[in-house]
Nanobody, 126 residues
């Protein structure tokens, strides 16, 4: 199995940018689809983005298209989420997740990922 650790969260202002990292250890990171999800207080965990094994295929939630970019560096066993033009409503704990199956529509759902990190807090002030 794979272990995931997120980093890079923090307090920013509206319109600022952040880059989150997800460091993987254990099994070969390149054989896992990686996803990013977020959960705001009192709300359900929601899909943000996902990336396939090689990084060539990506999925995004409509709300972040054009502003967020998911990427991965398999040589460093690390995935990334670059977030631009952040909004206050995007304040949440951001989680990375991993799954060994090929990237597909299933990966929009959080219950399709068996491996999760502990999350990193992102707070966007208005």
């Amino acid at each position: 199995q794979v272990q995931l650790v997120e980093s890079g969260g923090g307090l920013v202002q509206t319109g600022d940018s952040l880059r989150l990292s997800c460091a993987a250890s254990g099994r070969t990171f390149s054989s896992y689809v990686m996803g990013w999800f977020r959960q705001a207080p009192g709300k359900e965990r929601e899909f943000v983005a996902a990336i396939g094994w090689t990084g060539r295929t990506t999925f995004y939630a409509d709300s972040v298209k054009g502003r967020f970019t998911i990427s991965r560096d398999n040589a460093k066993n690390t995935g990334y989420l670059k977030m631009n033009s952040l909004r206050p409503e995007e304040t949440a704990v951001y989680y990375c997740a991993a799954d060994q199956r090929p990237l597909g529509d299933r990966h929009y759902a959080n219950n399709q990922y068996p491996y999760w990190g502990q999350g990193t807090q992102v707070t966007v002030s208005s």
